[in-house]
């Protein structure tokens, strides 16, 4: 019998935004512990049309991750369609976390992706308590005043709206191919997972359209430029502004060290449920394919004359489903 949605309150959304090369395919991968959707860091798009991938909780919860095509693109027809996602993935589950993902060049923030979330915070207003940011690839190499570089020119940028640095997690390039990959995979997935925790789910309303079109984007691009430019005359301000971020980052990392060993020990705790459930199911199954061998040997020794035929459709008409049980994220969940 097919069991029907729950409803939309125990429905939490993580919906992640950022234009197209931003990684946000590769994000929601690490989210799920899986390669669910297609990754590129290319500026090219490779996410054309929303996906999500749902995740069951406890108590009838469900967890849905969704994967949102970026919003500049060369031509208008695609904009539009891409507004049209971002716009979809909102009515379906208005009750979400956003994380905007955050790309870079040698370090420098990107125009477009300023101009992508002026036009989306305009548009939906999200609540400070359900709105978070990730700096994405990162080298690994950088200088210790890389990070703070970066947020302090998103500062300017963003004015005169104000982001704490809690708000963020920096992730970093990681080469899948490399020989300790799956080692490397563990942290930034931790940090995403203990940034989502931090974070409440609020009802994503929208207040206007998204506001955007392929022919402003050059005056856009200017202006923002121009506003950048204007923020570093004073260099030593500037300086002054980077080193004490970078030491409010150092204070970040460090408590987010103690916040990531707390979230093993319940990531842990709920492996070791998963497991007990699996070897249960797993015994379960062996139980009954064990007593499904038995009753077509019984059969064939009191009713000798039946058909091979007979005795493979009824092993077929199996009474038990064992549905894949999917990794529960200890997130909305508890």
């Known amino acids: 019998m097919a069991t029907s949605a729950p409803p939309k309150q125990q429905q939490v959304g993580i919906?992640?935004?950022?234009?197209?090369?931003?990684?946000?395919?590769?994000?929601?991968?690490?989210?799920?512990?899986?390669?669910?959707f297609k990754t590129a860091f290319s500026p090219r798009s490779v996410t054309t049309r929303t996906e999500f991938h749902r995740i069951n909780g406890d108590n009838g919860k469900q967890l849905l991750v969704y994967n949102i095509p970026g919003l500049i693109e060369s031509n208008q027809e695609r904009i539009n369609e891409n507004k049209r996602e971002i716009k979809k993935a909102f009515k379906d589950c208005p009750y979400s976390i956003v994380l905007f993902v955050w790309g870079n060049n040698g370090g420098r923030i990107q125009n477009d992706d300023v101009i992508t979330f002026k036009a989306l915070y305009a548009a939906y207003q999200f609540p400070e308590s359900s709105l978070a940011f990730v700096v994405n690839n990162l080298p690994a190499n950088r200088p210790v005043e890389y990070d703070a570089a970066f947020v302090v020119a998103l500062e300017d940028a963003l004015t005169p709206q104000k982001y704490p640095i809690e708000e963020f997690i920096f992730v970093e390039q990681i080469d899948p191919q490399s020989a300790d990959a799956k080692q490397k995979f563990e942290r930034p997935r931790l940090l995403l997972l203990q940034l989502i925790d931090e974070h409440q789910p609020a009802p994503q309303v929208q207040h206007q359209d998204i506001q955007l079109d392929l022919g402003q984007l050059d005056e856009l691009r200017k202006i923002l430029q121009e506003q950048m430019e204007a923020a570093k005359i004073d260099q030593e301000a500037l300086l002054a502004r980077i080193a004490a971020t970078t030491k409010s980052i150092e204070a970040l990392r460090e408590a987010n060290k103690r916040q990531i060993h707390k979230l093993k020990k319940r990531l842990k705790k709920k492996d070791a449920k998963i497991e007990w459930l699996t070897d249960k199911l797993e015994k379960t199954q062996r139980e009954h394919e064990e007593s499904e061998k038995n009753r077509q040997r019984e059969e064939r020794t009191h009713q000798p004359a039946q058909t091979t035929e007979a005795v493979t459709t009824r092993t077929k008409q199996r009474p038990f489903i064992f549905d894949v049980v999917d990794y529960t994220i200890p997130l909305f969940m508890k």
């Not at 935004?17 to 929601?28: P, Q, V, W, Y």
């Open 15 to 36: 919906i992640i935004l950022g234009n197209a090369g931003a990684g946000k395919s590769f994000l929601c991968n690490l989210l799920i512990g899986g390669e669910r």
